[in-house]
């Protein structure tokens, strides 16, 4: 069944309600975000802080099965995200900090900053902090899983 998008963000809220009931957990499941071709669900309860995982691991494989489930048999588009005790906006914070930090010893040292490997979303935050930063630029290398981010001294021309 292809399904619309409001449709495949139903099964999306029916299948994270479903972990959810399955889980045995303190756990219950919110809507906190949707927009046109996204849905962010949100995990609260007094286990929501054991849902995280190391690095956010268990929040990311929880969406990618269910992006697989909900998007298996359809060609539309629908990016999913998951949250648990806030964890997203404390690791966007965390790593706006770390990127600002890290511009900053960059410039005063003229050396380049290799940061440990990254999802491809928290890449994604730290190259946007940095877009418009001057003295500096952001590149990528490696391969995933360890794709990394590394912050270089903008070169004179």
């Keep these: 069944m292809a399904g619309t998008v409001t449709e495949l963000k139903q099964q ?6 479903g972990f959810v009931d399955a889980s045995g957990m303190d756990l219950h499941v919110a809507v906190t975000k949707e927009e046109p071709e996204g849905i962010t669900m949100a995990f609260g309860g007094s286990d929501a802080r054991l849902f995280i995982g ?6 990311d494989a929880l969406q990618y099965l269910t ?3 909900v998007l298996r048999r359809s060609n539309t588009k629908l990016h999913i995200t998951y949250d648990a005790d806030n964890y997203r906006l404390r690791r966007e914070n965390t790593l706006l900090r770390m990127a600002e930090e890290l511009a900053e010893q960059v410039i005063a040292t003229g050396q380049e900053a290799v ?3 990254m999802t ?3 890449r994604r935050i730290v190259h946007q902090a940095l877009v418009d930063r001057p003295g500096v ?3 990528s290398e490696g391969e995933e ?3 990394y981010l590394v912050i270089a001294p903008m070169m004179e021309e």
Aim: glycine share 8%.
């Design 12 to 17: 999306a809220i029916d299948f994270a309600q």
């Design 67 to 69: 992006t697989l489930a």
């Design 137 to 139: 630029r952001t590149y």
């Design 115 to 117: 940061l440990d490997p």
């Design 145 to 147: 899983p360890d794709r």
């Design 54 to 59: 190391k690095g956010g691991q268990c929040l």
């Design 120 to 122: 491809p979303a928290e």
